[in-house]
């Protein structure tokens, strides 16, 4: 699709590079709602797997020259996942792509970041090598568990934060006496971000985790301001939704009116949703950066908001080699 953009005299020139997006199979309502955005047909592909469980792809259109996004979340099953993103972009680059971005809504194996005990492996710097090695020229994600991974790769990282959706939902909806949780003291800076922007006060839930996926609430900081308050925690992820029941209960106790949850990264594992069912929590909202599950689906406390404008505008940007700092407003 061609495209307009500007050149440094200020005068309209013509971008020649077509756009082309492809869904892996971890992101296909997604990328529809993208594509919608951007105005563009989603790319054809066919993604399968040999008798011995071997991904197989083939991209099913001329992408030669062409500016090349792949959108595929790195969500269970993870593995999966993660290998058919690195063949489309091998496919993708094999196929004389001008440009391949890779589109990751949700960034797995985020978590391992560093090594906080002897002989572990730093797993989001793995992905990161893995994705430059597969022949992302970019890459595109949002809100990374840790910002920091932006500097494990050597190839242009735009990192974008799903915060916005929620604030211009809860801004929408008008809602008062309302304060935002950070769920643990790692979160404090973006959660402070967030905060502002609504223009509310920010409470810290101090935490302990004593092993993988089981976390302890020490005491809550800040506990006097959510007495009387509609509470809200946000977090980037909900997984197992240990963390955020229990962050939840302690904030009731101390005399919140109500606690909600807003989440960029639904992943639900385990018996995340019926813990989140048969908790004090009213409402969880999420995005669609990884698809809900059928019991999440059926759960009358989620609410998904699609990030699909967001993204679908930012690769707009990126093809047409504009700025992002906008979309962060």
């Given amino acids: 699709m061609p495209a307009a953009m500007i050149d440094r005299q200020g005068t309209n020139v013509a971008y020649s590079k077509s756009i082309k997006i492809f869904s892996g199979s971890a992101s296909t309502a ?3 709602g993208i594509c919608q955005t951007v105005e563009v047909p989603c790319g054809r592909v066919n993604v399968g797997k040999f008798s011995d469980g071997e991904i ?3 991209i099913g259109e001329n992408i030669r020259g062409s500016d090349v996004f792949i959108v595929n979340s790195t969500c269970p099953p993870v593995n999966d ?3 058919e993103l690195l063949i489309l972009i091998d496919a993708a680059r094999r196929a004389s792509a001008d440009r391949v971005t890779a589109v990751l ?9 560093r090594k906080d005990r002897p002989r572990v492996p730093i797993t989001a710097k793995l992905v990161s090598n893995l994705l430059v090695a597969a022949g992302a020229d970019r890459v595109l994600t949002i ?8 500097g494990f790769f050597d190839i242009p990282v735009d990192h974008l934060s799903g915060d916005v959706v929620f604030v211009n939902h809860l801004i929408e909806r008008g809602v008062e006496d309302l304060v935002v949780v ?7 800076a973006r959660i402070r971000e967030f905060a502002r922007r609504l223009d509310v006060p920010l409470a810290i839930v101090d935490k302990r985790r004593p092993k993988e996926n089981v976390s302890e609430v020490m005491h809550v900081i800040g506990a006097e301001l959510v007495e009387g308050k509609h509470a809200l925690i946000f977090d980037d992820m909900i997984d197992t939704g ?8 302690a904030i009731k106790d101390l005399g919140a009116l109500d606690v909600m949850a807003c989440s960029t990264h639904p992943i639900f594992s ?5 813990r989140i069912e048969d908790s004090v929590l009213s409402e969880v909202l999420v995005s669609d950066t990884v698809p809900l599950k059928a019991d999440a689906k059926a759960s009358d406390k989620i609410k998904v908001l699609s990030i699909a404008t967001l993204l679908g505008e930012a690769i707009r940007r990126v093809h047409q080699e504009e700025s992002l700092s906008i979309l962060f407003r």
Avoid: E, W
């Fill in 30 to 32: 997604l990328t529809a």
């Fill in 56 to 58: 197989k792809v083939q």
């Fill in 81 to 83: 996942n993660i290998m």
């Fill in 105 to 113: 809504p949700y960034f797995g194996y985020a978590r391992q970041d």
């Fill in 143 to 150: 809100d990374l568990h840790c910002g920091q991974i932006q």
């Fill in 182 to 188: 950070a769920p643990d003291m790692g979160s404090v």
């Fill in 242 to 249: 240990g963390t955020l029941v229990k962050a939840a209960k």
């Fill in 270 to 274: 385990g018996d995340a949703i019926a």
